[in-house]
Every structure is written in structure tokens, then in C-alpha cells.
Nanobody, 127 residues
């Protein structure tokens, strides 16, 4: 059973930064695009961003464009979500996700396209 282990969440103030990490238990995911999603209480799981297999192309939701950066270190089998200039509306549980097969960029923003999910890490931004 593939596991995605996340870390890095916490409680910060508006304007602060956090970096989330996601490490799959299977190194096969170095050949897969990886996505980040978030879910606030009472709301749907929303796309945050995604990165292709070799890290050359990144995609972001409009709400985080310019503040968040996704990167990956395939040697460490880890994907990162660097979050800067955090706002209270960024408060949510953040999840990384991976697909069992190659995923076209067209589908990166669709949660149903992903087969594996991390356990989620809470990010709380106070005003």
C-alpha cells in the first residue's frame, strides 16, 4: 500500500511562511506528477497546485499564484509546497496527492484523478 507522508503544517500569523513536505513510500512516484490540495471546514477539497514528473512545469490555483511554490527533489523522493505571505483564508488541511499512472496536465486540478493521498496536515493562519 502506497503511503504519502506529509509534514510541515502549523499555526502561524498572517504574512508568515511555511513549507510542507510530502514523501511517497514508493520511489516510482518520482516519475509521476504530484498535486497539492486543501480543504477548509465545510468546504470542498480544492486544488492548490501541481508539479510534473521532472519538476519542469508547475501549475497553481489563482488564489495562491505568486505566493506558493511547488518544487520536488527526486533524489530525496520528496515534493515541497513553499507557502509565503500566508493569509487567514489559507487556513485548511493540506493534502498531497499522486496518481498511479501518468496524468495529463489537463487533469492536475481534479481530485478524482488522483489515487493516493497523504494524511493531511493542518495549516492555520491567524490574523
Amino acid at each position: 500500500q502506497v503511503q504519502l507522508v506529509e509534514s510541515g503544517g502549523g499555526l502561524v500569523q498572517a504574512g508568515d511562511s511555511l513549507r510542507l513536505s510530502c514523501t511517497p513510500s514508493d520511489r516510482a512516484f518520482t516519475n509521476r506528477a504530484m498535486g497539492w490540495f486543501r480543504q477548509a471546514p465545510g468546504k470542498e477539497r480544492m486544488f492548490v497546485g501541481a508539479i510534473d514528473a521532472n519538476g519542469g512545469r508547475r501549475y497553481y490555483a489563482d488564489s495562491v499564484e505568486g505566493r506558493f511554490t511547488i518544487s520536488r527533489d527526486n533524489a530525496k523522493n520528496t515534493v515541497y509546497l513553499q507557502m509565503n505571505s500566508l493569509k487567514p483564508e489559507d487556513t485548511a488541511v493540506y493534502y498531497c496527492a499522486a496518481s498511479a499512472s501518468s496524468l495529463p496536465p489537463l487533469f492536475y486540478s481534479q481530485p478524482a484523478r488522483y489515487d493516493y493521498w497523504g494524511q493531511g496536515t493542518q495549516v492555520t493562519v491567524s490574523s
